[in-house]
């Protein structure tokens, strides 16, 4: 089967890096598809088509999609679809492609996609991630109703086209299916994050040392800094610790309020939180198994629910959760039924110090946890079972 992917971020594997769209791509490849993925260029390179790991990689030049503001956004992802037809024109013309999988988001790949279900006879499965553009309504990106209005029938327009959609959680089944009235139910099933589970081994700290936090207790977030994650909130935990020398809340990762966010806690003097920009993927799994928690936040104004995938990493480097989450997510019941962590909802700081004193004050509640989740990973949430899920969903 010839297999294409539409991405508008793609890992390069050569450099070890990898995420859990990567990881579902290699997996289709080593069940014997054709697997190719059309994705922006990196770091400015030029465009390019080359096998990166498994996948024939189309590498293109597209507008900034990331780290800029919500118009520029807006406007560059209206200009994906035309970007990205004329490549596959161009490059992979000669290719008769069975199956087409994008993730949200973007929502604007309806167009590419309805132009390759009707050149190629392809079958579309949508991975739901994002719900757009409600989740930019609620943090208050999209104020106009035009443009509301505009992305809303654009999202009405992908769901109606996908021959099959995969949801991240019941409560995103439940959502889909409240406010789209006219979809039909039989194309939505339950499609968790996934990951592919690395051999565990006990961690040396020598992580620790190389990034001087010896003798510390790590509270860490790994990933995106934007609107939907709230870190704000971290900081008024970290505020509330402040005085105790050892406990550090480590924030890896950039994004648009990453300044914002440190320039917060500057000026509150918290020198218990420590920023790293991206550091090498071995070095950032090597150093979660040396971390004592993990830290989720998700923004208290969601309408929709959101399971972040950071969780996996979590899992996979057998630490437990400490989630802040909106009062409309089932993301904790993921955590409750795992056993691998604690949540409360953001903005209630007296909770979220709660559960933080609980990990903090029991060891062997941190262990038995973080073995929890990794044993919910290795049962439930692997590439492997993606991978089976789609196949099974979509022939």
């Known amino acids: 089967m010839n297999v294409l992917f539409l991405m508008i971020s793609y890992p390069d594997v050569r450099q ?5 769209y990567s990881d579902l791509v290699d997996e289709f490849a080593r ?57 596959i024109r161009r490059s992979l013309k000669n290719i008769h492609f069975d199956l087409v999988i994008t993730p949200t988001p973007p929502i604007t790949f309806v167009s590419v996609v309805k132009w390759l279900k009707k050149g190629f006879g392809a079958k579309f499965y ?11 309504k609620d943090l208050g990106l999209v104020h106009n109703n035009f443009v509301y209005n505009f992305f809303r029938k654009k999202e009405i327009d992908l769901y109606k086209t996908a021959d099959k959609i995969g949801c991240m959680s019941q409560g995103n089944i439940n959502f889909i299916k409240l406010h789209n009235p006219n979809i039909e139910v039989g194309k939505l099933h339950l499609l968790p994050n996934w990951e592919t589970p690395t051999p565990y081994s006990i961690p040396s700290l020598e992580m ?74 071995d070095d950032y799994n090597e150093l979660l198994k040396e971390c004592e928690v993990g830290l ?5 104004k969601f309408t929709i629910p959101n399971i972040p995938s950071k969780t996996l990493s979590y899992f996979n480097a057998k630490i437990p959760v400490l989630a802040a989450v909106d009062k409309n997510t089932d993301y904790g019941q993921l955590l409750e039924d795992s056993e691998s962590g604690f949540w409360s909802i953001t903005g209630d700081v007296d909770a979220y110090e709660r559960n933080f004193d609980l990990l903090y004050n029991d060891e062997a509640l941190r262990n038995k946890m973080g073995e929890n989740g990794n044993k919910y990973l290795n049962k439930y949430l692997t590439s492997e079972i993606a991978y089976k899920t789609i196949l099974l969903n979509i022939n």
């Open 208 to 281: 620790k040392k190389k990034y001087g936090f010896e003798g510390k207790y790590i509270a860490v977030f790994g990933g995106n800094i934007g609107r939907p994650q709230q870190l704000e909130f971290v900081l008024e935990l970290a505020e509330r610790k402040k005085t105790n020398e050892n406990i550090v809340f480590l924030i890896i990762g950039n994004g648009t309020e990453r300044q914002r966010i440190e320039n917060i806690a500057k000026e509150k003097d918290l020198s218990n939180i420590v920023f790293k920009n991206m550091i090498s993927r």
């Open 31 to 87: 069940n014997g598809n054709n697997v190719y993925v059309v994705a922006p260029v990196l770091n400015k390179r030029k465009e390019s088509m080359e096998i990166e790991g498994l996948a024939t990689v189309l590498r293109i030049k597209t507008p900034e999609l990331f780290n800029t503001n919500p118009i520029m956004k807006g406007i560059a992802n209206l200009m994906l679809p035309l970007i990205f037809r004329k490549a």
């Open 16 to 20: 070890q890096n990898k995420s859990l």
């Open 126 to 136: 949508l991975i739901l991630r994002d719900i757009f553009p409600q989740n930019a």
């Open 296 to 300: 989720i936040c998700l923004n208290e």
